[in-house]
């Protein structure tokens, strides 16, 4: 099963997968749901495969019961958060914003649009 994990590869859902299935069956899981499956693979699929399959190991190895997400993590190597959000953040996202004052014009038509609005009430 190891052969077919590459060095440096994040996790892939197939390799999860096998790994989540493992892990219900070892501990004879039936509480956790489809929706936890999916919790957990977000979590988890930032981790290289090699690190999260040792990390599962050891906890088959040295927790009786099925493991909380923290619980594998305290296995994993450290990720840098911090990079992994913004990672997906578009950088306009970080730029300051500069507000515009609206002219008196435009106040007047904002007031009008709005008690229109009221007023169809």
């Not at 594998?72 to 997906?88: A, S, T, Y």
Request: proline content about 4%; hydrophobic content about 35%.
């Amino acid at each position: 099963m190891d052969k077919e994990v590459e060095c440096g590869v994040k996790l892939r859902l197939d390799i999860f997968n096998t790994y989540w299935n493992i892990l219900k069956r070892n501990y004879q899981d039936t509480q956790h749901t489809e929706e936890d499956y999916k919790i957990y693979y977000s979590i988890f699929r930032e981790y290289e495969e090699k690190d999260f399959i040792k990390a599962v190991k050891l906890v088959l190895k040295y927790q009786s019961f099925f493991p909380r997400i923290n619980e594998i993590v305290k296995f994993l190597p450290k990720i840098d958060d911090v990079n992994l959000e913004n990672e997906n953040i578009p950088k306009w996202m970080n730029q300051t914003l500069n507000p515009i004052e609206p002219s008196e014009e435009e106040k007047k038509n904002i007031e009008g649009i709005i008690s229109g609005l009221v007023d169809e009430k």
